[in-house]
């Protein structure tokens, strides 16, 4: 099993910052993937960039350039720093942890972009 804490969200202006973080523990092996996704009132859940073990990044397209993924591999962490945020960046934002087929979820931050 593992087990995923966040921290981090919060409310933020339009052009603003935030970071989440996402620590995992429990029983981790060396190849995985941790990943952050979002979801907005009345809209499906949908990934926001991820990364891998080795360090591959991937983002979806709203949020290139101006959000960026990484990781602490000997905290088995995971962080979301956040930029130039838009009202729509509004979301619950999950983290999520893949490793053998197993894919695990944090309970969800919530973001809000308002002014």
């Known amino acids: 099993q593992v087990q995923l804490v966040e921290s981090g969200g919060g409310l933020a202006q339009p052009g603003g910052s935030l970071k989440l973080s996402c620590a995992a523990s429990?029983?981790?092996?060396?190849?995985?993937?941790m990943a952050w996704y979002r979801q907005a009132p009345g809209k499906q859940r949908e990934s926001v960039a991820a990364?891998?073990?080795?360090?591959?990044?991937s983002y979806a397209d709203s949020v290139k350039g101006r959000f960026t993924i990484s990781r602490d591999n000997a905290k088995n962490t995971v962080y979301l720093q956040m930029n130039s945020l838009k009202p729509e960046d509004t979301a619950v934002y999950y983290c999520?942890?893949?490793?053998?087929?197993?894919?695990?979820w944090g309970q969800g931050t919530q973001v809000t972009v308002s002014s």
């Open positions: 990364i891998t073990s080795g360090g591959s990044t």
């Open positions: 999520n942890f893949r490793q053998r087929l197993t894919t695990y």
């Open positions: 429990g029983s981790i092996f060396s190849i995985n993937a």
